[in-house]
């Protein structure tokens, strides 16, 4: 199979890349390699991708639609799994262009081409929980109304949701959105909370608890994620009745969005202690007031999930941050410490 993976060398495309690569199928990656954090961790993701020969990369902007389309017709990819985007809440308010460009401009232009050039049997792609907003009644359920998000960031995604959609209407697309929760995990983002409290701790730096540690989040770990990506490939949706908060709606889409969490939030303090035991370091604590656009809680439900794919998360905080901790630490020795 031919699977397109935008944002190869991100975090969560590097690795549902090379479990694809692992798995057989021929993987068209490409990445635009831009420096929101460290562009060396994006190279080292897409160093170990390109050992493999049936990993096609190409380095460019899904905001060049003409681009976009000319490699869409080329691949041609039975499967796309769109994971490409300008990520963070908080940078949404320091440079909301970024994410017009990227999550608004960048998806239809894939849209288009796919629609146009290129007719995959099944379009996949990162929606994430931040769409749920100021919603308080938990689980967060995907008939659950977002009509509030409270950062540019989660508007974009769920404008990508509804863009998806329209394009299933118009042209027959089988497409799913992917709600991701707090995905972590080895060769994660430098800018998520657990990156820079790992950072914090080893430079012997105070850590950060916003809204003085009352909160929990649905932490899920990496390997869980790819599982579930891979296991709702195959599965493209039909025509279906959309069930929402307000009532049932007949729609002619091909079209869903799909929770995956882990389905058992973290009390945030419980998270540092595990991620300290696996550092060996005690943290040093600043408690600070809650900061705009962030949420207390995340909490998925994943009924949808196990009834379409029979799968559930498996990996438990105090496994994920271990493996997490493992990596951390190897990458950042010095090389000569790597040698020896």
């Not at 629609?115 to 929980?129: G, I, K, M, V």
């Not at 308080?136 to 959609?165: G, Q, W």
């Amino acid at each position: 199979m031919r699977v397109l993976v935008t944002g190869a060398a991100g975090f969560v495309g590097f690795h549902v890349a090379q479990r694809l690569l692992k798995d057989g199928h021929e993987v068209y990656g490409l990445d635009n390699l831009n420096d929101y954090y460290a562009v060396a961790l994006k190279r080292a993701r897409l160093a170990q991708l390109e050992r493999h020969g049936r990993f096609h990369f190409a380095l460019m902007d899904l905001a060049d639609g003409h681009v976009v389309k000319r490699l869409l017709a080329h691949a041609r990819p039975d499967v796309v799994v769109h994971l490409a985007a300008q990520a963070g809440v908080r940078y949404s308010m320091e440079n909301p262009g970024a994410y017009v460009q990227s999550n608004l401009a960048g998806f239809v232009n894939l849209l288009e081409a796919c629609a146009h050039e290129a007719a995959p049997q099944h379009f996949l792609y990162a929606s994430s929980s931040s769409v749920y907003g100021a919603n308080t009644e938990i689980p967060f359920r995907t008939k659950d109304a977002v009509d509030c998000p409270i950062s540019l960031y989660a508007a974009t995604k769920r404008a990508n949701e509804l863009m998806a959609h329209t394009y299933s209407h118009l042209y027959g697309m089988a497409v799913t959105g992917m709600r991701f929760f707090t995905v972590y995990g080895p060769w994660g983002r430098p800018d998520m909370a657990y990156y820079k409290f790992a950072d914090a701790i080893q430079m012997g730096r105070p850590i950060k608890i916003y809204n003085h540690g009352a909160m929990r989040r649905d932490f899920t770990y990496i390997d869980d994620v790819v599982e579930a990506v891979v296991r709702l490939m195959p599965l493209a949706p039909e025509k279906t009745l959309l069930e929402q908060s307000s009532g049932a709606v007949l729609s002619d889409a091909r079209s869903r969005v799909v929770n995956i969490g882990n389905n058992r939030p973290v009390e945030l303090m419980h998270f540092i202690d595990v991620l300290e035991k696996s550092l060996g370091r005690c943290a040093m604590r600043e408690y600070l007031p809650m900061q705009p656009g962030d949420v207390p809680e995340t909490y998925a439900c994943i009924d949808e999930l196990e009834a379409l794919t029979g799968y559930r998360p498996v990996v438990s905080i105090e496994e994920g941050l271990e493996r997490f901790a493992w990596w951390y630490l190897e990458y950042h020795r010095e090389p000569a410490e790597r040698i020896a």
